[in-house]
C-alpha cells in the first residue's frame, strides 16, 4: 500500500491578515491615542530615543522613529508583524502590538518633534 503523502500544513498567521483587514476594512489606520502611545512606547526608548541613536551594546545603529509621519510608523510596523521588514528584533517588538496600539504609538511619536 502506497505510504499516503502527508499532508503539508502551512501555518499562516491568520490573526495578522485578520488586523490587517479590519484596518483596510475602515479605509484608515485607527485614530491613535498619543497618551497610550507614550506609555507603550517605553519599552521601545531603550533603542529608539538614545543619544547618537546607537544601541548601547551591541553597537548598532537604530533608525530616528520621533517625529515620523504617522501613516510611516504604522506601515512600518506592519510590515514587520507580517515579516515582509526583515529584522528579527523589530519584528518580535511589533508582533505584540495590535493595529490600534501601532496607531497609538504613532500618534505619540508624529508629536514628538525631531529630538527624541
Ligand atoms: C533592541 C532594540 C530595539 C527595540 C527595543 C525596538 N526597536 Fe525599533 N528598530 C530597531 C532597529 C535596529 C531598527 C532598524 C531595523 C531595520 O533595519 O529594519 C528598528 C526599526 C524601527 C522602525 C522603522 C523605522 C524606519 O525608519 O524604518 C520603527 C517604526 C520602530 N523600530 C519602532 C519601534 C517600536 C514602536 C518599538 C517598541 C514597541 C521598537 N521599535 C523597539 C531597534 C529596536
Known amino acids: 500500500m502506497p505510504r499516503r503523502r ?7 498567521p491568520l490573526f495578522v ?3 490587517l483587514g479590519l484596518s483596510a476594512a475602515a479605509g484608515a489606520a485607527p ?15 531603550g533603542c529608539h530615543a538614545i543619544d547618537g541613536y546607537r544601541n548601547a551594546y ?14 510611516y510608523i504604522v506601515d512600518a510596523l506592519q510590515a514587520y508583524r507580517a ?6 528584533t523589530m519584528q518580535a517588538q511589533a ?6 496600539d501601532m496607531a497609538d504609538i504613532a500618534a505619540y511619536l508624529a508629536g514628538q ?3 527624541q
Open 31 to 45: 485614530a491613535g491615542d498619543a497618551d497610550h502611545g507614550r506609555v507603550l512606547f517605553e519599552s521601545c526608548r
Open 58 to 71: 551591541p553597537n548598532y545603529p537604530v533608525p530616528r522613529v520621533a517625529g515620523q509621519q504617522p501613516d
Open 113 to 115: 518633534g525631531n529630538t
Open 6 to 12: 502527508h499532508r503539508s500544513r502551512r501555518v499562516w
Open 83 to 88: 515579516g515582509k521588514r526583515n529584522h528579527p
Open 17 to 19: 491578515w485578520a488586523g
Open 95 to 100: 508582533s505584540s502590538l495590535s493595529d490600534q
